[in-house]
C-alpha cells in the first residue's frame, strides 16, 4: 500500500506528523472517508499503535545518539 503523496520521508522530525497526514492515513486504510473528521478516538488509538510500536523500538538504542528507535518514534508524533 504506498503512502499519500503528501507523506513523504523528509517530514519526519520532530512531531511532525500533522493531523491532515493522519486523516491520510486514515482514509488510506478505510477507516475515514472524505468529509471525516479526526476523532478523539481515532487520535487514541493512533497513540496507542505508534506507543506500542515504539515499545519494540525502545530495544534498539543508537549509540550516535544516545536514544532508542521507541525515542524517535514517539518524537516523531510529538510525544516526549
Known amino acids: 500500500m ?16 500533522s493531523d491532515t497526514q493522519l486523516v491520510n492515513l486514515a482514509k488510506l486504510a478505510g477507516a475515514m472517508v472524505e468529509g471525516d473528521a479526526l476523532t478523539p ?27 532508542t528507535a521507541g525515542d524517535e518514534i514517539r518524537a516523531l508524533f510529538g510525544v516526549y
Not at 2 to 17: A, H, Q, R, V, Y
Not at 44 to 61: H, P, R, S, W
Open 41 to 67: 478516538q481515532l487520535q487514541e488509538f493512533t497513540l496507542l499503535i505508534m506507543e506500542k510500536c515504539a515499545d519494540v523500538g525502545d530495544k534498539y538504542t543508537s549509540a550516535k545518539h544516545g536514544r
Open 2 to 17: 504506498p503512502l499519500p503523496p503528501d507523506f513523504k520521508s523528509s517530514d519526519f522530525s520532530i512531531g511532525s506528523i
